[in-house]
């Protein structure tokens, strides 16, 4: 009779409770600037759920994500399940007419004036835009640059004689005193060893540059002296001297007024272990104060990157590599911080999972799948190999490869992606990625994703 009880009690306490809960909008009275919106949460499966009487579809693990019209001004809605209500407001502000757009305008000064780099990390852009694929440099601090005019927020920098620039005000300061003379590369020196060229250039001032990936690398110095547009351009024959196609990480800083440029070499693969001895950093998404999206039924994005980032560690162990984890545990970690922890341990890869989601104006019922970001060109063909195999192996919809720029996809050092694994406000998405099993073959195909980027 115990044992029967006891059967009983674990039967019970291991059915799936569906509680009515909504995850978004956040709070019942809020305002949202957007043509329409859209309701997730959780309800009974067996329960109809209602949106101001409209039948709403749940799916069986009790997820649902609805959309809403929004009208200028207060729109009310009630949401039921079975006996249970719940009203939400939403505010849609009025347009406000009147007042015309003035797109800012080039001061050119008169005089070139000299200033210097206030942080480090700090990018050169083609356009004076602080958004999108148009990252040329980033400088440490105390980089000298010469402006010649302002746009909005951008100082315009010279570079050579035919070149220009975009930098942000807030990350320079100006410099008080003549403009000096043009730099001057007095030699550089190469060192090769088993893991890197690497070459060292002796200048007498540091200077703006640029790294230009290719089968061919190109190094350029600007406003340098007794140069062609007073541009110092060094090329290296990457593909030859490599034997291969494939970059796979590369760096470029200023060692005092030395400057040093770093090109991993493509390591020896061992075909029925090509993962072994291979660093790989995983990085599990968000943490700690961030928890990133909220899923369906109120599961959280940084509890599902870090059970997947540690089935992916476990996988890339099993396979003979080195894994550097990000973070280990429900912690914070800045988004620099990751890319620095990927760096100091000297990764060929680092893979960041996510999980994804939607702005208000978005059909979550209509997006699902997984997708891949990378910045450089380098890590292109990586995404692209390991989207095949999540896509196969897991039988998520293919939600393409994207250049994005995203702080942990612009670390050169390492191939970098960033993996949105699946939606977590689509219900059918959600379900799986709150599935341990799911996880655990989003581990393998990843992994075999690497696997077949180092072989083909």
Same mark, same amino acid.
């Given at each position: 009779?115990?044992?029967?009880?006891?059967?009983?009690?674990?039967?019970?306490?291991?059915?799936?409770?569906?509680?009515?809960?909504?995850?978004? /909008?956040?709070?019942?009275?809020?305002?949202?600037?957007?043509?329409?919106?859209?309701?997730?949460?959780?309800?009974? +499966?067996?329960?109809?759920?209602? !949106?101001?009487?409209?039948?709403?579809?749940?799916?069986?693990? =009790? #997820?649902?994500?609805?959309?809403?019209?929004?009208?200028?001004?207060?729109?009310?809605?009630?949401?039921?399940?079975?006996?249970?209500?719940?009203?939400?407001?939403?505010?849609? /502000?009025?347009?406000?007419?009147?007042?015309?757009?003035?797109?800012?305008?080039?001061?050119?000064?008169?005089?070139?004036?000299? &200033?210097?780099?206030?942080?480090?990390?700090?990018?050169?852009?083609?356009?004076?835009?602080?958004?999108?694929?148009?990252?040329?440099?980033?400088?440490?601090?105390?980089? +000298?640059?010469?402006?010649? =005019?302002?746009? *909005?927020?951008?100082?315009?920098?010279?570079?050579?004689?035919?070149?220009?620039?975009?930098?942000?005000?807030?990350?320079?300061?100006?410099?008080?005193?003549?403009?000096?003379?043009?730099?001057?590369?007095?030699?550089?020196?190469?060192?090769?060893?088993?893991?890197?060229?690497? &070459?060292?250039?002796?200048?007498?001032?540091?200077?703006?540059?640029?790294?230009?990936?290719?089968?061919?690398?190109?190094?350029?110095?600007?406003?340098?002296?007794? @140069?062609?547009?007073?541009?110092? !351009? &060094?090329?290296?024959?990457?593909?030859?001297?490599? =034997?291969?196609?494939?970059?796979?990480?590369? *760096?470029?800083?200023?060692?005092?007024?030395?400057?040093?440029?770093?090109?991993?070499?493509?390591?020896?693969?061992?075909?029925?272990?090509?993962?072994?001895?291979?660093?790989?950093?995983?990085?599990?998404?968000? #943490?700690?104060?961030?928890?990133?999206?909220?899923?369906?039924? =109120?599961?959280?994005?940084?509890?599902?990157?870090?059970?997947?980032?540690?089935?992916?560690?476990?996988?890339?162990?099993?396979?003979?590599?080195?894994?550097?984890?990000?973070?280990?545990?429900?912690?914070? !970690?800045? %988004?620099?911080?990751?890319?620095?922890?990927?760096?100091?341990?000297?990764?060929?890869?680092?893979?960041?999972?996510?999980?994804?989601? $939607?702005?208000?104006?978005?059909?979550?019922?209509?997006?699902?799948?997984?997708?891949?970001?990378?910045?450089?060109?380098?890590?292109? %063909? $990586?995404?692209?190999?390991?989207?095949?195999?999540?896509?196969?192996?897991?039988?998520?919809?293919?939600?393409?490869?994207?250049?994005?720029? $995203?702080?942990? !996809?612009?670390?050169?050092?390492?191939?970098?992606?960033?993996?949105?694994?699946?939606?977590?406000?689509?219900?059918?998405?959600?379900?799986?990625?709150?599935? +341990?099993?799911?996880?655990?073959? @989003?581990?393998?195909?990843?992994?075999?994703?690497?696997?077949?980027?180092?072989?083909?």
């Amino acid at each position: 009779m115990k044992k029967l009880f006891y059967l009983l009690f674990v039967l019970l306490i291991c059915r799936p409770v569906f509680a009515f809960d909504v995850v978004y /909008p956040h709070k019942q009275n809020v305002t949202i600037n957007s043509p329409s919106t859209f309701f997730i949460g959780s309800s009974n +499966p067996k329960e109809t759920l209602t !949106v101001n009487g409209a039948s709403v579809t749940v799916h069986p693990s =009790g #997820g649902f994500a609805y959309v809403v019209v929004l009208e200028e001004g207060e729109n009310k809605f009630v949401l039921q399940s079975g006996n249970e209500l719940k009203t939400f407001i939403i505010n849609r /502000p009025k347009k406000v007419t009147g007042g015309v757009y003035v797109p800012p305008k080039l001061i050119e000064y008169e005089a070139r004036r000299k &200033f210097l780099t206030s942080v480090d990390n700090a990018p050169l852009r083609t356009t004076p835009v602080d958004a999108g694929i148009n990252r040329m440099s980033h400088f440490q601090e105390d980089i +000298p640059l010469i402006i010649d =005019g302002e746009k *909005s927020n951008f100082y315009r920098v010279v570079l050579g004689e035919n070149k220009k620039a975009w930098i942000s005000k807030t990350n320079v300061k100006a410099f008080e005193g003549y403009l000096n003379s043009p730099a001057e590369v007095k030699s550089y020196e190469t060192i090769e060893d088993n893991d890197y060229f690497k &070459f060292i250039f002796h200048l007498d001032k540091k200077t703006p540059f640029e790294i230009i990936e290719g089968e061919t690398f190109y190094l350029k110095f600007y406003n340098v002296k007794d @140069c062609p547009d007073n541009t110092y !351009v &060094f090329s290296f024959p990457y593909s030859e001297s490599s =034997g291969t196609q494939k970059i796979i990480g590369y *760096s470029g800083f200023y060692d005092g007024d030395d400057f040093v440029f770093k090109i991993r070499k493509f390591p020896a693969i061992e075909k029925k272990h090509p993962l072994k001895n291979i660093t790989i950093a995983v990085d599990a998404g968000h #943490g700690g104060r961030e928890s990133g999206a909220i899923g369906c039924c =109120g599961d959280k994005e940084k509890d599902i990157t870090l059970a997947i980032s540690k089935e992916l560690e476990q996988e890339l162990k099993a396979r003979g590599a080195k894994v550097v984890m990000t973070r280990k545990d429900d912690s914070y !970690v800045g %988004l620099r911080e990751r890319v620095d922890i990927a760096n100091e341990n000297d990764a060929m890869f680092l893979i960041s999972i996510h999980g994804n989601s $939607l702005p208000d104006s978005a059909d979550p019922n209509k997006h699902r799948g997984t997708s891949i970001y990378f910045y450089y060109n380098q890590a292109k %063909l $990586l995404a692209a190999n390991v989207l095949v195999s999540m896509n196969k192996q897991l039988g998520t919809q293919n939600d393409n490869i994207r250049q994005g720029s $995203l702080a942990l !996809v612009r670390n050169t050092n390492a191939l970098s992606i960033l993996i949105e694994v699946a939606y977590l406000i689509n219900p059918e998405d959600n379900a799986m990625l709150i599935d +341990p099993k799911f996880r655990k073959k @989003c581990a393998k195909a990843i992994a075999d994703g690497i696997k077949n980027y180092l072989l083909n």
